[in-house]
């Protein structure tokens, strides 16, 4: 079992950046696989990125060339960086572990890209 708290929301400006943090109640090291979902009102949850324990990533269509998913196993924490930040980015933003056959998730954290 492990509990995920994103942090790192909040509102920018487009073509701005942020990071988005993501830190586990236990040791990530044998995680098998760890990502970032998001969810705009009205729409599906989308994979964003993820990560293996391996060090494999793996990006959705419309977010390639412009985030990095990067995770920090002494830290236990998982972070996704956003650049060239669009309104389209627009959601909540949750965080995902795959731990043996079970799924759990964070709480999300809002990012929003507005003039």
């Known amino acids: 079992q492990v509990q995920l708290v994103e942090s790192g929301g909040g509102l920018v400006q487009p073509g701005g950046s942020l990071r988005l943090s993501c830190a586990a109640s236990r040791s990530i090291f044998s995680i098998a696989a760890m990502g970032w979902y998001r969810q705009a009102p009205g729409k599906e949850r989308e994979l964003v990125a993820a990560?293996?324990?391996?060090?494999?990533?793996n990006y959705g269509d419309s977010v390639k060339g412009r985030f990095t998913i990067s995770r920090d196993n002494a830290k236990n924490t998982v972070y996704l960086q956003m650049n060239s930040l669009k309104p389209e980015d627009t959601a909540v933003y949750y965080c995902?572990?795959?731990?043996?056959?079970?799924?759990?998730w964070g709480q999300g954290t809002q990012v929003t890209v507005s003039s």
């Open positions: 995902r572990a795959l731990v043996g056959l079970s799924l759990y």
């Open positions: 990560v293996t324990s391996g060090g494999s990533t």
